[in-house]
């Protein structure tokens, strides 16, 4: 190994704990997204699997279950983070532009992950009604389910690429 690369080694793991440390929001999405891929991963794999592992879902159904009820709650944390940012916008002194200004991928990122989750709560609320509906059969129940899970994953995706760029690339620049 070089010494740049050990350079680059040092720096990272000193600044991690202290961006941590300023954001520990965005820390807490990031690690709890990681969580719930781990469990998907480690349930779609069939390791946690069987009646001995004192899981209420066995296997394959876990990550199923679980995608769109981590999406749900995830939602809400970045709704009511957006309506806070909203809110210091507003009182802010300073014009919506000077604001933007020079933060134009972050704003672009927030924006596109609040879009995704309350596009993607509003569309899984749509298909609830005819995922219970007596009539629904259990192949088109299956495929409700599937969309949920897909659009789950997209929120949960958007929520992790956003708190990643939040850690690493911009730290300690920006505020929530």
Do not use: H
């Not at 409700?144 to 760029?165: E, F, K, P, W």
Request: aromatic content about 6%; overall charge neutral.
């Amino acid at each position: 190994m070089g010494r740049d690369s050990l350079l680059g080694n040092t720096v990272f793991r000193d600044s991690l704990p202290a961006t941590v440390g300023r954001k520990p929001l965005q820390a807490a999405k990031f690690f709890g997204i990681l969580g719930w891929f781990a469990l998907s991963v480690l349930g779609f794999l069939r390791v946690l699997d069987g009646p001995g592992t004192g899981l209420l879902v066995d296997g394959q159904f876990l990550a199923l279950v679980l995608t769109p009820l981590v999406a749900f709650v995830l939602v809400a944390v970045v709704c009511c983070e957006t309506l806070y940012s909203l809110a210091r916008v507003v009182r802010s002194d300073a014009s919506l532009r000077e604001q933007i200004e020079g933060r134009v991928g972050y704003v672009v990122l927030r924006g596109v992950e609040a879009a995704i989750g309350v596009g993607g709560v509003l569309l899984i609320a749509s298909l609830v009604p005819a995922l219970v509906a007596e009539s629904t059969p259990a192949p088109a129940g299956v495929g409700i389910m599937l969309v949920a899970m897909a659009v789950g994953l997209g929120i949960l995706v958007a929520s992790l690429v956003r708190s990643t760029a939040e850690l690493f690339v911009y730290g300690g620049s920006t505020s929530a």
